[in-house]
């Protein structure tokens, strides 16, 4: 059948500055640019470019430039061209459109309407590269009290086990599978130079990585894959996962091309055979359930460990954060409406779910207002940008977010939207081995970390700029916040006041 | 009260809480029990869980759900009937359940094998999968509720119905729904219009009636029956039509 469907992009080549070096037609691996051997010349299938600029990276005589192709429909506000493209495609296939990354529409992004306090004249700042200040965090559930035995003053509670980060920007649940190997180890890396955490998504953790134990969170979800005894005993946390910011409701499906035998081996499933992940836990119906397996994970690993809930943000999400604390969670992950994903239709990822801000606040105050906010820890996740959004996270009563998105553009990923064809041409999204080499460990691993390192920085100086010299000062602390441009129930929800106000 | 005998511990369970219980299984272990007798045990849970060796557990009384979640090796006997999530995500080992079972036995295994005399609840062998050398086994006595190998992507069930009248068909509905690996052994009939659409019906080779034979055998030999009886009996035999029921279900 012929498609309807015009190319979203142009690849313009300067014929002046091209050398025919195929450089492009390499990095390519979406099959858009060609080498013509008859005429000599480097040319393009447009219709395949998907515009992640892989090629006007690499081109060495800077002879490309993707752009969009100026698809000029008659105007309309409501039949947009992204719109009818999607029509288009359903007529031609039949199918559920995928997608991969998080929502990209233009519902409100609430992070951009708040703005943080600084202190000025009645209080001084700190200035933080010559004064200390403290980031460290502890995930896990805290006591009601603590008592001290007389006279020695040692410690006299019995803790339940806490997890120390160094930064409270952990790397969020990524299958290997749903990316490859090396992406995996260069956050595992990151994550353990920087005394934070990484996750290993729904998939198992490869050989390779156990000795990163220390630095990491284990998933358990509704396939179970890879989840066997060392897997538990390997991590730091454990984490059930329930639902993912892009897909509430919506289980997985890895395909199996993507099963190679390296996955197949930190799965446990054979070579080239569907992963399904099915929509929902079936031994999780009820909140009984959840506690259910909570303590079975306990017991498994004799209570050593702390255990993890992540949700999808969804209207319920306090009320629902609230069952998981009472069910015995040591931490409770909220994944907002612009959590992103390996693959997910594209319909659920762009209409299901609410914002984080609005979650988070939410089901602080909520946890709050029952009095077992100290019962759990609450890490926000889904579309967190910059130590801004981190820093205002923490204030809205978050103790640590999770990135995915902006962790994978560190490694090169430029959010072309592409991550379910499993052809990445960044090497990221992938289990091609051709591709997968691109990302290196050791490179990659750096520039994670500096991610990370520049973000504590910022954070640092937010916090000396207010006046506190330890994050726990701003935690959960919304006087230190304001709203532009928002309505009442707005600020009502943040729990936050209006600028000026 | 705890008494001990070479390596033969026997524990009281009337009044322990599953915790202080299941401490005291792995105490026991780790002083090199190799069989372990649990009396009165009244819906503890989790027992078995987080156990590694091939350790013996004989349980009198009615343990509580999640028996042998993630089990990587025991050997467990219960004289009585087990709960729900008997065997969840299980790795290795063995449940032999003298009684009946409840729901989403052997939810997620990768290995193991689970003998259960009596009848079993829904979703039994549910996300059942296999891996290298591993296979799960389930080999019901009795009859199942619905959905019973929902999304089931390896291992083997056999259901025996020993207690269904004669031409009376098992009345588990929406069997192997989504299912996409693994078998079901099926002694009498399940009506075609119970069966999941990704299900195929046929009748057992002799690769399958070898499997069939193994393991009945060894479930007559635990409960008392005489396999050959059990085998003289009309079999059918349930397999995934599609390995990848998913496949075409994405335009891109």
Redesign the interface.
């Known amino acids: 059948m012929k498609t309807f469907v015009t190319p979203k992009f142009k690849v313009n080549r300067d014929e002046d500055r091209c050398i025919q070096c195929q450089v492009c037609v390499n990095q390519c691996s979406f099959g858009a640019n060609y080498y013509d051997a008859e005429e000599n010349k480097v040319k393009s299938r447009e219709e395949l470019c998907t515009g992640c600029h892989r090629c006007e990276a690499f081109c060495p005589t800077n002879a490309i430039r993707v752009t969009y192709n100026p698809l000029d429909y008659r105007g309309n506000y409501n039949w947009r061209p992204d719109i009818i493209e999607d029509i288009t495609k359903q007529s031609e296939t039949g199918g559920v459109l995928l997608t991969g990354m998080g929502d990209d529409k233009s519902q409100r992004i609430y992070w951009d309407h708040i703005v943080l306090n600084a202190s000025q004249v009645t209080n001084p700042s700190i200035d933080p590269l010559r004064e200390p200040m403290e980031l460290t965090t502890y995930l896990g559930q805290k006591p009601e009290r603590l008592e001290l035995e007389p006279g020695t003053h040692n410690l006299k509670t019995k803790m339940t086990p806490q997890v120390k980060l160094d930064v409270p920007v952990m790397f969020s649940a990524m299958s290997y599978g749903a990316v490859s190997l090396n992406v995996q180890e260069s956050l595992a890396r990151a994550a353990k130079e920087m005394g934070t955490l990484w996750n290993t998504g729904e998939g198992g953790l490869h050989p390779s990585l156990y000795k990163y134990g220390d630095n990491t969170i284990v998933q358990v979800a509704s396939g179970r894959f890879g989840v066997h005894a060392d897997y538990l005993d390997a991590a730091k946390i454990i984490e059930i996962k329930i639902g993912q910011g892009a897909k509430p409701g919506i289980g997985g499906h890895l395909p199996g091309e993507k099963v190679s035998a390296d996955v197949s081996l930190t799965r446990m499933i054979p070579e080239g055979t569907d992963a399904i992940s099915p929509a929902p836990q079936h031994d999780i119906y009820s909140i009984e359930d959840l506690a259910q397996l909570i303590y079975a994970l306990k017991e498994a690993t004799n209570y050593t460990k702390p255990v993890s809930v992540k949700i999808a943000a969804v209207h319920n999400a306090a009320a629902i954060a609230s069952g998981i604390v009472r069910g015995g969670a040591d931490i409770v992950v909220i994944d907002g409406l612009r959590g992103a994903t390996g693959a997910a239709p594209k319909v659920i990822r762009d209409n299901v779910g609410i914002p984080i801000e609005l979650a988070l606040a939410s089901v602080d105050s909520r946890l709050r207002q029952e009095g077992i906010r100290h019962r759990a820890s609450l890490v926000a996740s889904g579309g967190i940008r910059s130590s801004g959004d981190v820093a205002k996270a923490i204030a809205l009563g978050a103790d640590a977010v999770y990135i995915g998105t902006a962790a994978l553009i560190s490694l090169g990923c430029h959010v072309c939207q592409q991550c379910h064809t499993g052809k990445c041409a960044w090497g990221i999204c992938t289990t091609d081995l051709r591709l997968t080499k691109r990302i290196n460990p050791e490179i990659g691993a750096r520039r994670a970390a500096n991610l990370l390192r520049s973000w504590s920085i910022e954070l640092k100086d937010i916090l000396g700029g207010l006046g506190v010299n330890a994050l726990e000062s701003l935690r959960g602390n919304r006087l230190h916040l304001r709203g532009i441009g928002l309505s009442d129930t707005e600020l009502e929800i943040l729990g936050i006041r209006m600028a000026g106000n | 009260m705890t008494t001990m005998s070479e390596t033969i511990i026997k524990i009281d369970s009337t009044g322990v809480y599953y915790?202080d219980l299941?401490a005291r299984l792995?105490e026991a272990i780790t002083n090199g029990a190799t069989k372990i007798e649990l009396q009165n045990v009244y819906g503890q849970?989790?027992i078995g869980?987080?156990l590694?060796q091939p350790v013996e557990i004989e349980i009198f009384g009615t343990p509580g759900?999640?028996l042998g979640?993630?089990m990587?090796g025991p050997r467990i006997i219960i004289h009585g009937s087990a709960q729900?999530?008997c065997g969840?995500?299980m790795?290795e080992g063995e449940i032999i359940v003298h009684g009946r079972a409840g729901d989403?036995v052997g939810?997620?295994a990768?290995g193991g094998k689970i003998y259960i005399r009596g009848d079993v609840g829904y979703?039994a062998g549910?996300?059942m999968?296999?891996?290298q050398g591993?296979k799960p086994i389930i080999v019901i006595g009795g009859t199942a509720q619905d959905f019973l190998g929902?999304?089931m992507?390896?291992g083997t069930i056999i259901l025996l119905g020993l207690k269904l009248k004669d031409g009376q068909d098992h009345l588990s509905r929406y069997v192997g729904t989504?299912m996409?690996?693994g078998v079901i052994y099926v002694r009498g009939n399940i009506p075609k219009y119970h069966l999941g659409r990704e299900v195929g019906v046929a009748k057992l080779n002799e690769k399958d009636n070898a499997v069939l034979k193994e393991h009945v055998t060894v479930f007559s030999g635990l409960f008392g029956f005489n396999a050959d009886d059990i085998l003289k009996s009309n079999f059918i035999k349930l397999y995934p039509r599609w390995?990848?029921?998913?496949?075409?279900?994405?335009?891109?």
Request: net charge positive; proline share 2%; glycine share 10%.
């Open positions: 915790r299941n792995r849970r989790y869980t987080d590694n759900n999640d979640a993630f990587n729900d999530g969840n995500t790795n989403t939810l997620s990768r979703r549910i996300h999968k296999e891996y591993k929902e999304y992507a390896g989504g996409h690996g390995l990848r029921p998913y496949g075409r279900l994405y335009a891109y």
